[in-house]
């Protein structure tokens, strides 16, 4: 069989390694050529494929490929779209096949999260229904390590970092001025149903007293009575407290404290300001003086504070995509798996779709405090070594070099698609 040509597509929300699976992807393929051809990139996610715009990065030196590894954001452009049902639209999943086939595509790696998962399954799905030759396979990505049977998800380990590492900054700066000022301080995170973001601001500290002093996880029922209380009693005890929120923090019917009333492109409810609405109840019952932050993008795109763990397994992930693909699996994932609590090794497995799409994976009960408001030894055992080790970009005038591609698209060879 004659080798053929790969697309690679970026999708979702970017993290501060997504790039690093992209060059393991690029990489391997390129110690694979005889296999493979040309690796295209889609401009924009799959927005790339339904578009016909395709980055071909034979055009990329070895020098800026490698460059990818330590640069954030989503460096071929990512998108929030989620395919409709095969079913009723039927002709998006057929146009894909026609990109593919026009550009002799045989390999379709999807670098992100549930939803992206959803769509590589499909795609594999109807290839094989028609008979079209492609191998689909799908690379981890999420922030809000929420997907089933890998062990973790590459960028949650850099977030993980990057709250840890805040709250312990900032609980010293609120307990410095404490005496005469600031009382509370809040720090919303991401993490819409599941509490592994909020739960990693818990490493920030140890023992009685240590910051933060509450985390409010997806997982618990939120009850304002239990919790005001919680931080009344931190105040009068400690003379501060620290909280760590997660955005998707609810009540016990389900509602979320901060919904925002829209929903973004995937269909799910648009959160925020979750924060605000803590403070607005420490005002209202206590009286305390707070401040509140929320890390929103700075805490996925914080390439300069990323875990070097991360990093090693993103780019695990994105070359296994490739050596899966050469072996003739299809519709899989490649995973992390814990090999080794201590010391702590991981290597890398995989996993079929059929058991992933449309999954989440929660926080374990037993990874949280009895009280509900901290993370357990357990938790701790599980998230400290995600977040090992520092990989800094080089730097160049007191900044991070970062590299930024010029999005060179090859020549269309369909009629444009109306999405």
Not at 104 to 119: C, E, L, P, Q, R
């Amino acid at each position: 069989m004659s080798k053929q040509n790969a697309f690679y597509a970026q999708s979702g929300g970017v993290t501060a390694v997504i790039n690093a699976s992209a060059c393991g992807v690029i990489e391997a393929a390129r110690k694979h050529s005889d296999s493979i051809g040309t690796v295209y990139a889609g401009r924009n996610g799959i927005l790339g494929a339904l578009m016909e715009e395709l980055i071909d990065t034979t055009a990329l030196s070895d020098e800026t490929v490698a460059a990818l590894r330590h640069t954030p954001g989503g460096a071929f452009g990512s998108c929030r779209y989620k395919l409709k049902d095969v079913e009723t639209h039927r002709t998006q999943y057929e146009r894909l096949i026609e990109v593919f086939k026009a550009h002799d595509i045989g390999y379709f790696f999807y670098n992100g999260g549930n939803d992206s998962a959803d769509t590589c399954l499909k795609i594999a799905q109807l290839a094989e229904t028609i008979g079209y030759p492609l191998k689909a396979v799908h690379i981890p990505k999420t922030v809000d390590n929420d997907l089933p049977i890998t062990d973790n998800c590459p960028g949650f380990g850099s977030v993980a970092k990057y709250i840890a590492v805040s709250t312990k900054e900032a609980a010293m700066d609120i307990e410095s001025m404490s005496a005469t000022s600031t009382k509370v301080f809040i720090l919303e995170v991401m993490g819409r149903h599941a509490g592994w973001i909020a739960g990693a601001g818990g490493l920030a500290g140890e023992g009685e007293g240590a910051a933060p002093h509450l985390i409010i996880f997806p997982e618990i029922p939120f009850d304002r009575a239990t919790v005001m209380a919680r931080v009344d009693d931190c105040v009068k005890k400690y003379g501060y407290c620290v909280i760590v929120v997660s955005e998707g923090a609810s009540y016990s019917d389900g509602s979320f404290l901060a919904d925002a009333g829209t929903t973004d492109a995937f269909g799910h409810k648009q959160l925020g300001g979750v924060a605000p609405s803590l403070a607005a109840m420490v005002k209202q019952d206590l009286g305390y003086k707070y401040h509140w932050a929320v890390a929103d993008y700075l805490q996925r795109s914080a390439r300069h504070l990323a875990s070097a763990t991360d990093v090693q397994q993103a780019y695990a992930v994105g070359e296994a995509a490739v050596k899966l693909a050469l072996a003739g699996k299809n519709s899989v994932m490649s995973t992390i798996v814990r090999t080794s609590e201590t010391p702590y090794a991981w290597a890398v497995g995989e996993a079929p779709l059929s058991e992933i799409a449309n999954v989440e994976k929660f926080m374990p009960r037993d990874y949280i405090t009895p009280d509900g408001f901290g993370i357990s030894e357990l938790g701790r055992n599980y998230l400290l070594p995600l977040i090992q080790g520092e990989d800094y970009p080089p730097y160049k005038d007191g900044m991070p070099d970062y590299v930024q591609l010029d999005h060179k698209l090859v020549a269309k060879k369909l009629a444009d698609f109306d999405i």
